[in-house]
Nanobody, 123 residues
């Protein structure tokens, strides 16, 4: 099992940047054995995949954030990051950190979730 705590959300103007962090506290296995991901959700909509990084550091992104967002991880710090640049009002959402065994897949809901952090992009 692993506990996840997000930080770094806030209010930013369109075109600006924001960085999110997700601190993990695994209880049974080392952090590097988990795939990590970021999802987001707006009111009335389903939670959607944003980005993922697996245990080999391979990354995946939803099309609308490619070239603007960057996911990374620091296994020594048990932390995953999401750097968001060129933000748009449509990026406004609650962002959730997620973890699963080895890899986070778009097609399979991750086992572990953080509590979420609000990102608001003003126009």
């Amino acid at each position: 099992q692993v506990q996840l705590v997000e930080s770094g959300g806030g209010l930013v103007q369109a075109g600006g940047s924001l960085g999110l962090s997700c601190a993990a506290s695994p209880s049974q296995r080392a952090f590097f054995t988990y795939g990590m991901g970021w999802f987001r959700q707006t009111p009335g909509k389903e939670r959607e995949f944003v980005a993922a990084i697996d245990y080999t550091f391979a990354t995946d992104y939803r099309d609308s954030v490619k070239g603007r967002f960057s996911i990374s991880r620091d296994n020594a710090k048990n932390t995953t990051y999401l750097q968001m640049n060129s933000l748009r009002p449509e990026d406004t959402a609650v962002y959730y950190c997620a973890a699963d065994d080895l890899v986070v897949l778009v097609s399979r809901p991750p086992k572990y979730w953080g509590q979420g952090t609000q990102v608001t992009v003003s126009s």
